[in-house]
């Protein structure tokens, strides 16, 4: 019997990792991660991104498989990268993979080098792992792969790496826009954003940013006495300023039901227990305002659903131009909001006033407007939305799939002001924990990465060529258990005790 189990091993094993060996999407993942490591090196952080050198890195990648490509340089150091792969029909709109180069300023905290691209425990370290070195080194990857291929697709595929997307996208993709557009003029774009949401009990969700709330930026000041620190004053800049951001921190913003935070709260109601049903259906058809309001109010106790429901601030940033050993005449925060489409920003704006209406010491000013009208989000009804639902149902069948509201802003936003259906795609997520994008010790797990990718290429292969290029479909199984009354999952709305 030993024989036996030892001659079955050799004859077995070599099969095993021969079958290991022969993974299809295996060469595709390698490329992924030698190109997300590499432009982690590259230092493209805010204020003065070497953009440059992560679009001399990219061309040099092109360049190896004879894909033409354009270079956009709007400022010295900054720089926007093009290419395209033709199709076979001209009257197909092409599709765009679009993702940025730059990155926020390095954080605090960092306890790994951020520009080594640290590899730990599963997980790759690095500034931009998650926004967005993954979706460039993504894109790059399965760019190159499919130039190479026999089979041309049926529409154009454009790469696009834009500048300063972080800092309002005017050296980027808004420059662009203005001067260059008619050299892209994609039909169809994929961006960063949304995510999968995983499930281990309940159905996965498939969220494909289809709209993002609108950024501003507020700045408020408190004016008081300027003075030696030895001498105290009642009249202290200091503790107004903290008065009135302890004000903007209890001040309850009205709930508001957007056509994508329906589509969403439609398509997770089959996912809840009965408490969680009866709150959603109350919150979307009771025919009592309050009802509607209390619904809402309880629901935005989670956070997640308050970025859905309801238009939010935060202080970022505070400063007094006073040394530590006077009081300052002046000090000042910023605040930044983040607005549900069809939100006014001057109203919001004087909704904001109105609460220091009685407060002379207190100055709001408003820094940075959004642009008006907030173009209209992507409804799930197009072609493109189409593959995204194909590509779900073989990856993760069971999913649901669903056009969401993005709590952050992306260029997205401007892509559908130039008329450019858009969503955004992108590794698992849970909105329920913090997010490491913009903060110390971004990373993304290894595994995320690779799903990430895969996702994007099946999306990628039904629209523009109409089949897989590689195996998509996942082996059949045990269909996941319908979520009880226990159910932990990631959307489970917030419930009265």
């Known amino acids: 019997m030993k024989k036996v189990l030892i001659f079955f091993l050799i004859s077995v094993f070599p ?115 998650t926004d967005a070195k993954n979706y460039t080194a993504a894109y790059t990857a399965l760019f190159t792969w499919l130039a190479d291929q026999p089979q041309r697709p049926v529409r154009d595929i454009i790469f696009l790496a834009t500048s300063g997307e972080e800092s309002g996208s005017d050296t980027g993709l808004r420059w662009l826009g203005k001067n260059h557009w008619a050299q892209i003029n994609p039909g169809f774009a994929l961006n960063e954003g949304g995510g999968i949401i995983k499930d281990k009990e309940g159905a996965d969700i498939v969220f494909a940013e289809a709209a ?39 001040f309850n913003t009205p709930a508001r039901v957007t056509a994508p935070a329906r589509t969403l709260l439609n398509a ?94 207190i100055v709001l000013e408003m820094v940075e407007r959004p642009q008006t009208p907030a173009p209209a989000p992507q409804d799930g009804t197009d072609p493109l939305f189409a593959s995204i639902q194909k590509t779900a149902d073989k990856l993760l069948p069971g999913a649901i799939t669903v056009p969401g509201l993005s709590p952050a802003s992306s260029e997205s936003e401007l892509l559908r002001k130039l008329g450019v259906i858009t969503y955004g795609l992108g590794p698992d997520m849970n909105p329920l924990e913090t997010n490491t994008a913009h903060t110390a010790d971004e990373f993304i797990s290894e595994a995320d990465f690779y799903n990430q990718l895969k996702f994007l290429a099946g999306v990628v292969f039904d629209f523009a060529y109409g089949k897989d290029l590689l195996p998509l479909a996942v082996a059949a199984s045990a269909p996941k258990t319908q979520p009880s009354t226990q159910d932990t999952s990631a959307l489970k709305t917030a419930q009265s005790n």
């Open 212 to 250: 993002t709330k609108q950024y501003m930026d507020i700045k408020i000041t408190a004016l008081g006495t300027e003075g030696h620190s030895a001498i105290p004053t009642e009249n202290n800049a200091v503790y107004h300023l903290s008065q009135a951001l302890a004000k903007l921190e209890n």
């Open 15 to 129: 099969a095993l990792l021969y079958a290991q060996e022969k993974d299809p999407w295996q060469p595709l993942q390698q490329e992924a991660k030698k190109h997300l490591t590499r432009l982690l090196k590259i230092d493209t952080s805010l204020s003065n991104p070497d953009e440059i050198a992560a679009a001399r890195y990219l061309y040099k990648q092109f360049n190896k498989h004879h894909i033409d490509w354009d270079i956009f340089i709007p400022a010295p150091g900054r720089a926007n990268l093009l290419a395209r792969i033709k199709g076979t029909d001209p009257t197909q709109k092409p599709l765009l993979l679009i993702s940025h180069l730059d990155t926020t300023p390095v954080q605090e905290g960092w306890t790994i080098p951020p520009f080594q691209a640290t590899e730990k425990d599963g997980k790759i370290y690095g500034l931009g792992a």
């Open 268 to 361: 997770i109601l089959p996912l809840q227990d009965e408490d969680g049903k009866t709150t959603i259906n109350m919150l979307l058809h009771d025919e009592h305002a309050q009802n509607r309001q209390n619904a809402a109010e309880l629901m935005a106790q989670d956070p997640f659903f308050k970025t859905q429901l309801k238009d939010t601030l935060n202080p970022t940033q505070v400063s007094s131009p006073a040394d530590t050993g006077s009081i300052s005449a002046s000090a000042s925060a910023i605040i930044n909001v983040r607005l549900l489409p069809g939100t006014d920003p001057d109203e919001f704006f004087t909704s904001l006033q109105q609460l220091f209406d009685a407060d002379e010491n």
